[in-house]
């Protein structure tokens, strides 16, 4: 299973990104998939989870009503809206996929990772 990040960057705190995960070696849509992030130094977080079909998510309450989560079942990929950017969501975002179809916030819920991709928020 191979999960490709794209969409990181630089951006003013108050802007938006988007970011971005293909998903290639297994039946994507027979799985949850994950958003992780981590800050130099600390550990890696939970940020948002997506069910197998989509129709439940989670979010970490600092980023809930900022971020959206969805995924394209048919392209293989799930994604990461991201608005209202503050300093603080500044990490690396890691794409995760889950062995089961259920959206978990538990980093050991998720096998497969991506290799990250940076989002920078500057103030």
């Known amino acids: 299973v191979q999960l490709v990040e794209s969409g990181g960057g630089l951006v003013q705190a108050g802007g938006s990104l988007s970011l971005s995960c293909l998903s290639s070696g297994r039946t994507f849509g027979n799985y949850a998939m994950a958003w992780f992030r981590q800050a130099p130094g600390k550990e890696r977080k939970f940020v948002a989870a997506?069910?197998?079909?989509?129709?439940?998510?989670l979010y970490e309450d600092s980023v809930e009503g900022r971020f959206t989560i969805s995924r394209d079942n048919d392209k293989n990929t799930v994604s990461l809206q991201m608005n209202s950017l503050k300093p603080e969501d500044t990490a690396v975002y890691y794409c995760?996929?889950?062995?089961?179809?259920?959206?978990?916030?538990?980093?050991?819920?998720?096998?497969?990772w991506g290799q990250g991709t940076q989002v920078t928020v500057s103030s």
């Open positions: 995760a996929g889950s062995s089961i179809i259920y959206a978990r916030r538990d980093l050991n819920e998720y096998p497969y």
């Open positions: 997506i069910s197998w079909r989509g129709g439940f998510s």
